[in-house]
């Protein structure tokens, strides 16, 4: 096992410490889960990562997901820089908009309109306010580990970084913002049917992620998302699908598609915008024409709808919509899962690994196959068995996000003999983890 440099990534750190908070500007960067300091990255090129030291690395970050195509693919680079050439931002409107508008709408099942704003937060932000404004209502319930972005009313018992770092809330939000936000067990049918009961006619919305990606990644259960648009149905509440993550990436209709569960509202970040900051959300016409200036409910951003952005998820979306293409994808998760699975099983470490599509997690667990179907089975995983699989992973020139709670992403970049790389890799960091516990 080669030794890695890191010598110029370590200096720029220390550099970044005394300029930023944690020296990153997102916590899911920081290595406080898994021990030692965080990559700093000079370039990347299909699923490659090249560190400031020139350590190469395959990449199942992704960007935390928008890279589907890889880094610096060559037409979504040719689509930025001919926007480039044009400006960076206008603050009009520009045709781009109305291109990948027309794809999206075309694309979703229940989106019938869209307007694009910056970030996933913004995105789920800007759909719960219209839920309670169109409902009258003002709770909304979010699941345990489900993470819909920072903005204060939904930070209560958040997935990804929060929940990595521990932090399940934070200071700062006042108790009336997270008043309103109710909290449900993921894949908990019996208990949701119980918490529609209790607060039914107060619910605006029930916001989801379709498919868990933020405790891992946790498949809805047989039947989940179905009772979900029931209920919503029963009660007068609108269902929202947060499908920042998984909205082009499971399926080219989303999440919605792959399932078959129509959601009223629909939230959309990463792929959308080819690696730029991006987020939208919609719905149907009756709904979204309540967003000003066509109705009252009020909704605005300097960028958003960036002629940058625009071109990047246009050329992006382009791609995914070749023939074949998730068909790679699936191929190369499939292949991907066996190799994970067959090393795990060779060293006798007991792991679960849940994949939809192109996303996937390793959680080590107490048994082989144990279920992991909500944020209290996965805070049952092993941590410090995943820590000692990532620093493995990564001297073997393997990068995965810091945390057992964030998801794995492949991207059409990755190549069968990359995923026989990363399996051969896997191989030798389960032997790692069974000599630490021999049986």
């Not at 020139?54 to 040719?78: C, F, K, S, T, W």
């Not at 939208?280 to 709808?305: C, D, F, W």
């Not at 994808?329 to 060293?347: F, I, S, V």
Request: charged residues 15%; aromatic residues 6%; negative net charge.
């Amino acid at each position: 096992m080669v030794q890695r440099v890191i010598a110029q990534s370590e200096a720029a750190f220390l550099k970044a410490r005394q300029l930023m908070p944690g020296g990153v500007s997102s916590p899911v960067r920081a290595f406080k889960a898994v021990g030692g300091n965080p990559l700093f990255i000079r370039e990347g090129e299909g699923c490659t990562l090249i560190d400031l030291d020139g350590n190469q690395y395959i990449d199942y970050i992704g960007g935390y997901g928008p890279l589907i195509a890889g880094h610096a693919n060559e037409r979504v680079v040719a689509a930025l820089s001919k926007a480039i050439g044009r400006g960076t931002t206008y603050g009009c409107c520009c045709e781009a908009e109305v291109e990948l508008a027309s794809v999206i709408v075309g694309a979703l099942p229940a989106v019938q309109m869209v307007r694009f704003v910056n970030s996933g937060t913004e995105a789920v932000m800007s759909a719960v306010r219209l839920a309670r404004a169109a409902t009258g209502r003002d709770l909304i319930v979010k699941c345990l580990g489900g993470y819909h972005g920072h903005s204060d009313g939904l930070l209560a018992a958040a997935g990804s970084g929060a929940l990595t770092l521990g932090i399940p809330s934070s200071p700062g939000v006042p108790a009336s913002a997270a008043a309103n936000t109710v909290l449900a067990a993921y894949n908990d049918l019996e208990g949701t049917k119980e918490l529609f009961e209790k607060y039914g006619d107060r619910i605006a919305a029930f916001l989801v992620e379709p498919v868990a990606g933020n405790m891992g990644v946790v498949p809805p259960a047989t039947g989940y998302l179905r009772l979900l648009r029931q209920l919503c149905d029963q009660y007068g509440a609108l269902l929202i699908f947060d499908e920042v993550m998984t909205g082009f990436r499971v399926a080219w209709g989303g999440a919605q598609e792959r399932f078959h569960v129509r959601p009223d509202l629909t939230c959309l970040g990463k792929v959308i915008g080819g690696g730029l900051p991006v987020g939208a959300y919609g719905g149907s016409k009756a709904l979204m024409e309540q967003i000003a200036p066509s109705g009252p409910v009020y909704q605005a951003g300097t960028l958003s709808g960036n002629p940058l952005a625009m071109a990047g998820g246009v050329a992006t979306l382009e791609i995914l919509r070749e023939p074949g293409a998730y068909e790679t994808l699936e191929e190369a998760g499939r292949l991907l899962e066996e190799g994970l699975a067959h090393a795990a099983a060779e060293a006798d470490v007991a792991v679960t690994i849940h994949r939809v599509g192109s996303m996937l997690s390793v959680f080590f667990t107490a048994a082989a196959g144990s279920q992991v179907q909500n944020l209290e089975q996965a805070q049952g995983c092993d941590t410090e068995a995943f820590a000692i699989f990532f620093n493995s992973m990564l001297q073997q020139g393997v990068c995965l996000a810091p945390s057992m709670f964030e998801a794995w992403f492949i991207s059409l970049a990755h190549s069968p003999d990359i995923i026989e790389r990363t399996v051969d890799a896997a191989e030798r960091a389960m032997a790692q983890l069974s000599r630490r516990n021999p049986q």
